[in-house]
């Protein structure tokens, strides 16, 4: 098994421009994650699903969007970049069965100029 | 409000020393507590997880955690530590489901950063 794996891995985009960061993971999960990670901010939830074909909003949703077309992908889509939003972005998924863990991919490094 | 502190932004030891990296809680019911570790320009990683029962849990690595109810607390532990292990670590808490409903999210500390010095 992959696991979880997140494609790119890096990106450099500038102000306005867009793009869609892809999420992957081939253990049946139902739930996952999208985090995004700054410098003494820890980890932040932008958004989550439940399931195929749900969404849910996080802690810093603005400016991001989201969709859950198959269980296996999980998109987060930035319509129109920012500086502020040039973070390391996790993605995470977990069964959904129980008590479990999330597991994490390795995280795409974006910048935005 | 749930949340999760973390004191300490950095700690550092000696190799061969051991090691302790705090955390506490603020939940409603009985807490799932998990630590996970993030090794530089890596995805954060499983470490230990405690659900239920001994206070004391197990996990990769040779590390292990002591949950203590009174003191709301789930410190990371390690005998002796190795400079392999210097890397951030996080705490992390939720709700039990009857607390939570359908939502399994984490409350994430924000990170100690280890160093172990040879």
């Known amino acids: 098994n992959a696991g979880v794996t997140q494609t790119p891995k890096f990106r450099v985009l500038k102000t306005g421009q867009s793009m869609t960061l892809l999420c992957a993971q081939d253990m049946n999960h139902e739930y996952m994650y999208w985090y995004r990670q700054d410098p003494g901010m820890g980890l932040r939830l932008i958004h989550y699903?439940?399931?195929?074909?749900?969404?849910a909003k996080g802690e810093v949703p603005d400016g991001y969007n989201v969709s859950r077309l198959k269980k296996q992908n999980f998109l987060l889509g930035l319509e129109s970049a920012a500086p502020s939003q040039t973070s390391v972005y996790f993605c995470a998924s977990t069964p959904g069965t129980g008590n479990d863990e999330q597991y994490f991919g390795p995280g795409t490094r974006l910048t935005v100029t | 409000a749930q949340s999760v502190a973390q004191p300490e932004d950095q700690v550092n030891v000696a190799e061969g020393n051991p090691l302790t990296v705090k955390c506490t809680y603020s939940?409603?019911?009985?807490?799932?507590l998990f630590w996970y570790v993030q090794y530089p320009n890596r995805g954060l990683q499983f470490l230990l997880k405690y659900i239920t029962g001994d206070n004391l849990v197990k996990g990769s690595y040779g590390f292990e955690a002591e949950f203590n109810k009174s003191q709301t607390s789930f410190h990371l532990k390690k005998p002796s530590a190795l400079v392999s292990d210097s890397a951030l670590y996080f705490c992390?808490?939720?709700?039990?489901?009857?607390?939570?409903?359908?939502?399994?999210?984490?409350?994430w500390g924000l990170g100690t950063s280890l160093a172990v010095n040879p």
């Open positions: 939940v409603s019911g009985n807490p799932y």
């Open positions: 699903s439940v399931g195929e074909g749900t969404t």
């Open positions: 992390a808490v939720r709700e039990p489901l009857r607390w939570a409903g359908n939502n399994r999210k984490l409350i």
